[in-house]
């Protein structure tokens, strides 16, 4: 029994061992089988994760250049519109300055308007009292001239009255009467009146009475024997005698100014008894005040 044991036991084992062995190997090659169909597959699958990863790459390379590309549009845009915010400001600026002009304009308008409105009143009324100035001048002119007219006839109805009672011309201003040798007849170095020359006075007088608006200048003369000095005195008491003389007979005192002329005034020349007699004289001066003021009747001279 133990020899079969022994007989069979390797046998057996032999069997066994080989058949394990076979087993072994065969699962050895599934192993290594599947060992290289799993590298086999890593490796496609390794492959195409590279593909994967290079694809990824490139679309992370183009992301990144579309990001940057977005970045520097952004960068721009960002920039446009802080471009645009700066223009739009200075354009709400530049607006409230153009409001701010149009409103003065227009307010300068108004003005303008108004100053234009007052200036035509202004015109209107100017015009309207240029008009009356001119009816006024129209009249005042008129008026003048009818003056003038009236006085003109009365200095020639005095002119001819007073050349009936003594020498009398006419200058610019007037009525010039030379009462001199033959009429008022006033001895040498002598002031005084002769009853003649009162009643010539009086003719006189009563001649200027008649009329209106005359003043009355009465002017003594001397000769030429003397001085300068007693001659002025002499031929301010002769004048002043007529004048005297003429308000007393009715004439107003107020008309009449007197002014002595001593011997600087000769009427003639020449040293001989004649010609002195004729230069110790009183001249009267007889002015229309109508025609050389352009008053009425009841004015009175300027000074």
Known sequence: MDDRANSTGPSLLSGETNGSSGRYRAVLLGIAVLVIGLLVGLGFLGYRILQRLDAVDQQVGDLSEKADDVATFSQKAMERAADAETSARAAAMGRERAEAQMAQARHAAEAARQETAEAREDADAARQETASAREAAARAEAEAERIRREAEAEVDRLEEALGKVAETRRTALGLVMNLGSEYLKFEFDKAELQPGDRELLSRIAGIILTSRDYSISVNGHTDDVG???????????????????????????????????????????????????????????????????????DATPDP
């Open 227 to 297: 001085t300068e000095a007693y001659n002025q005195k002499l031929s301010e008491r002769r004048a002043q005698a007529v004048r005297d003389y003429l308000v007393g007979a009715g004439l107003p005192n107020g008309i009449i100014t007197v002014t002595g002329h001593g011997k600087k005034l000769p009427l003639v020349p020449g040293k001989s008894d004649e010609a002195r007699a004729k230069n110790r004289r009183v001249e009267l001066g007889i002015v229309n005040t109508r025609i050389l003021y352009g008053r009425s009747a």
